[in-house]
């Protein structure tokens, strides 16, 4: 169990493992996560479940390396055991039948877990088109996966070196004013993407779903760390969501939020890495 069965690197900073978990595989839906822990010493890193597969046993998880925790797991390696890996955890979404033309926006490493919903919605038989952007053309993860469950996929990059130059936003107000009609955005990304997203969204009074990735302790709605406003009243991340309506997010506050600890995961990190140099491991 938490045996790491498959490691593929995506990008410079960004990894998929596939993780041995059968009893996880039968009970994960589209949008719910898992926690996991390196060691018996580690933080709790809430991962959105990026796929999985119920007769292989199989969860596939895909990460950003940005701090000690995530770098840490990031040198784990096929064979290794995660020490935890708990989950499904957070409320899976779920889709009106009447949604059947749907616009999914990924942004960098967002686009991991926006996958499983459109793939959920296209077995469903919606019509999805898809936009996935990335700093430049490395950046852009899972494009043939998004393109396999997509009945049209825009890519764009902040510097033009894949698909178009610019940004999904652009793309996405393009769309809609050639005439396109859409039942409900998925946007998953940077916060500030996501806010800029359902800018225009709200505009156009097209529903809109976020995918929301604050301070998280527990994964259980206990410690309260995971708080976001929607609609003025306070939610949970981990049992509310991590699904919300992202027309009625404070993207400001969880943008404040989620800056409140930088200085120190910056000295984590670099005292982590200052350590591995010491031990001749980096």
Do not use: W
């Not at 510097?159 to 793309?171: A, C, E, H, L, Q």
């Amino acid at each position: 169990m938490n045996e790491i069965l498959e490691k593929k690197q995506l990008n410079p900073t960004v990894k998929l493992m596939v993780i041995n978990s059968p009893l996880m595989a039968k009970k994960a839906k589209p949008g719910q996560f898992v926690i996991v822990r390196v060691d018996e010493k580690g933080e709790r890193i809430p991962l959105t479940i990026a796929d999985y597969d119920s007769e292989k046993g199989t969860v596939t998880i895909i990460f950003q390396e940005v701090g000690m925790s995530t770098k840490k797991l990031g040198k784990l390696d096929v064979g290794d055991k995660l020490h935890d890996f708990v989950g499904p955890l957070g409320t899976p979404v779920e889709f009106s039948k009447d949604t059947k033309r749907v616009l999914a926006i990924g942004g960098g490493v967002g686009v991991a877990p926006l996958y499983p919903k459109v793939k959920m919605l296209n077995k469903n038989g919606a019509s999805i088109d898809s936009i996935i952007g990335g700093r430049s053309a490395e950046y852009v993860i899972l494009e043939d996966e998004m393109r396999a469950v997509s009945d049209n996929l825009y890519i764009t990059t902040d510097d033009g070196s894949k698909g178009r130059k610019g940004f999904v936003t652009d793309v996405l107000k393009e769309l809609i004013e050639k005439g396109n009609k859409y039942d409900e955005v998925i946007a998953i990304g940077p916060l500030i993407m996501m806010k800029m997203v359902c800018r225009i969204t709200k505009e156009y009074n097209i529903p809109t779903m976020v995918s929301m990735n604050p301070i998280m302790i527990d994964g259980t709605g206990m410690c309260g760390g995971c708080r976001v406003t929607v609609d003025g009243e306070t939610k949970f991340a981990c049992v509310d969501g991590p699904a919300f309506d992202g027309l009625k997010v404070d993207f400001d506050e969880a943008m404040r939020r989620q800056a409140m600890y930088k200085d120190m995961e910056k000295k984590a990190l670099e005292q982590y890495e200052h350590e591995c140099k010491l031990g001749g491991i980096l």
